[in-house]
């Protein structure tokens, strides 16, 4: 025999009239509503018995414009909701607001909405309470497995109120809030007299909050960062593993140049130059370069000390007359002073030249010095040099690794860097003081998680 169907209780809302102004008022919290306000006259009315009474009056000066009005319905987080209750609080030594609308839903009871400056969360009261423990100096709370660092605490006032809500409430209540943070998520603690009731809050997009409840118009843009705000770039796939197999690609592919070319020496000889030459410039005896089209290094080596040389190249092809110019400057100088001994260059240069093909080659060479000086004792004062130059074909360019290997480090560089930047403009805003070494082990702890991912 089949069982009859359950099916859920009919609620209805309750109707009652304002004893201050007469105006007629819905409660749509049924029992659990222990005081409204008049959205008419402003007063705040006890509704716990029949006999209803006037616990004060709100002035007309603190109504706030609500965005979600009230009577308002919306699906978040897969139920129904509607918008009962309104209150704004301020931190009482900064001045600063923010919003609470409180939502209700018969079969699961009351939820909030809390905005400030375009943030929004929704927040979901909690029975069990967070175990309290200390983090680095800073206290924090656990709560279903993850840590929550303290951000904040303030003193906030309830500067206007507007609606229904499940507790005696009215302007000029004070309570103690504490916020501790795990992004996208916030515990929240609120300290009275009486008691501590603690609140878990998830960061919402004002255009979901938007779409939820139908609203007119366009949410305002958010202003910086919130406090639980979820970093644009945590979520993202980290860089940092890619960029790690790529420079181990890089650096095996440079052992592989390393090791199979073969850097053959094509040319090598010992030179001597004097300023007092009539015509320093030369051609070498040809010389053949073999193989395919490579890199091709020249080495030049000149004893120099404290001076300098410039040697003008150019590699020609002796079949076609095609012809490689280039420069070379060897230059050292050391010597001692008040800071110690210091010394500047040194006696090698080296030219790079790509992609050189083979054939029959010559070398061009042209060195210069500074001139030759005054007269001293009847001899004349002149600069001299002696140098070699080595010729090397099929030589890989390991410049070009080291500049790939640079702009692979760019894209993970900059992702951090603005990981950072968002995180800095976070914990700005928390009530502890951000030192530079708390940034830095939040640096490296964030490095360390986008290594993870």
Known sequence: MASPLVTPPLVKTRALNCPNCGAALALRGFGHTLTVVCPNCLAALDTSEPDIKILGQIQEAQRCDLKIPLGTRGKLAGAEWEAIGFQQRVVVEEGDSWDEYLLFNPYKGFRYLTEYQGHWNFVTPLEPMPQRLALG???????????????????????????????????????ICDDFIHPPFVLSSETTQDEITWSRGEYTPAAAIWQAFSLPGKPERPRGVYLNQPSPYQGRSSMWPVCFLMLLLLAGLAMFFAVFSRENVVFRNSYHFSTL??????????????????GLQLTVHADVNNNWVYFNFALINDDTGSAYDFGREVSYYHGADSDGSWSEGGQTSTAYLPSVPPGRYYLRVEPE?????????????????????????????????WIAGVLLLVPPVISSLRRRSFEQQRWAQSGGPVTPSSMLMSAVGSVIESIGE
């Open 137 to 175: 100096g800073r206290p924090a709370v656990s709560f279903e497995g993850r840590i929550f660092r303290h951000f904040s605490g303030c003193q906030a006032v309830t500067s206007f109120v507007l609606g229904e809500f499940p507790w005696r409430v009215q302007a000029g209540e004070k309570v």
């Open 277 to 294: 030459q009539p015509e320093p410039s030369f051609v070498t005896p040809v010389f053949n370069i073999d193989g395919r089209p490579s």
């Open 369 to 401: 010095m500074d001139p030759a000086g005054p007269y001293r004792n009847g001899t004349k004062k002149y600069n001299a040099v002696a140098y070699d130059i080595t010729i090397r074909h099929e030589v890989p360019n390991y410049a070009w690794f």
